[in-house]
């Protein structure tokens, strides 16, 4: 058993790990409600409180696939420690929190698995790292968003060859109530995947320090990590908000229930198949997607080409991040 100190530094790490989760949910809002702000659909009140419902309620929808992907297949457990894990979800933080203060839609996600490579090379060199894994994130940074344009297009394609002779206010008042539905959906896959990225690492900082004789998620990390980030997006990132719901591209009720249909199929294919992936790169994906029906000049792309190199900076940034985070915590005593 651990002694009273260690225990103590074992539960501010979790908590630390929450308030990613928490930051997660606030970074991440943007993702969720940004459509349906924009369209006015929801005021940014009631969409913030939608979503961070089913952010929580998903707990009960997805098994903890992705959870075990982080916690087990980014970087051995067995170089994992109280330092390490702390280093990494510190690169992920500070990270998301400028990003948020630049209004960038960068993904929190990929801040995780970069501060968490960070701090596992800088203690044990790239030996630390499960390659199978990584590859399978870093392929999906292409796949997710690509998908989310296809399906957002496809989509949207769709709905304007079926209601082509529909008269506008008639489509309009359609879109404006099924719009409810898909942000739900949406806010339901964001939730089902990003909250357990949070809960493989809480899990593999339990298992490492031996409070868990095999790998799994307890029940109390579900429900705080979906707790934690449901409160973080009833607080939302506003200034991402206006980036994704306004810059991007401008949506309709109709425009906004197909890139949050087509994000959440993705989502939740990726989610239940174990895959962590971007919510962020999915939903701008496709936000795109449904833009490019109308014509590709409706997309604007020098703030797409922003987002872009903010998305190429994240794994690097927040492993730096992480890397100086560890060497500097390993002077403390407390570590």
Not at 142 to 168: D, E, K
Not at 243 to 268: C, H, I, N, S
Not at 314 to 331: C, E, G, S, V
């Amino acid at each position: 058993m651990l002694d009273p100190h260690s225990l103590l530094i074992v539960g501010f790490v979790v908590l630390v790990a929450l308030a990613f989760d928490f930051i997660n949910g606030f970074h991440d809002a943007a993702n969720s409600v940004a459509t349906v702000v924009s369209t006015r659909v929801l005021s940014p009140r009631w969409a913030v409180l939608w979503a961070a419902f089913f952010n929580f309620i998903a707990m009960f929808v997805f098994k903890s696939h992705v959870a075990t992907t982080i916690g087990k297949g980014t970087v051995d457990p067995a170089v994992m420690d109280v330092a390490t894990v702390f280093a990494g979800l510190m690169g992920a933080i500070i990270w998301d929190l400028l990003t948020w203060w630049w209004g960038l839609p960068t993904s929190s996600s990929h801040a995780l698995v970069g501060g968490f490579v960070g701090a596992a090379v800088t203690k044990a060199g790239f030996g630390s790292l499960v390659t199978s894994g990584l590859f399978k994130i870093l392929i999906f940074i292409v796949v997710s968003p690509t998908l989310g344009l296809v399906l957002g297009f496809l989509i949207m394609t769709a709905i304007n060859w079926i209601f082509c002779r529909s008269a506008p206010s008639k489509v309009d008042k359609l879109f404006r109530r099924l719009q409810l539905v898909s942000a739900s959906l949406y806010s339901l896959g964001h939730g089902g995947n990003d909250a357990q990225k949070t809960m493989g690492i809480i899990a593999v900082l339990l298992f490492s320090t031996g409070h868990l004789k095999e790998f799994h998620v307890p029940l109390w990390v579900v429900v705080a990590c979906h707790a934690a980030m449901g409160f973080g997006t009833m607080f939302g990132g506003w200034r991402i908000v206006k980036t994704m719901g306004m810059k991007v591209t401008k949506l309709q009720p109709v425009g906004g229930f197909a890139a949050e249909t087509a994000a959440a199929a993705t989502l939740f294919l990726a989610t239940f198949s174990g895959i962590p992936v971007s919510t962020t790169h999915t939903i701008t994906g496709s936000i795109m997607g449904v833009g490019a029906t109308r014509r590709l000049s409706a997309v604007r792309w020098g703030i797409v080409n922003r987002i872009l190199v903010a998305w190429l900076l994240t794994m690097p940034a927040a492993a730096a991040i992480a890397a100086l985070t560890y060497l500097l915590i390993r002077l403390l005593p407390a570590f």
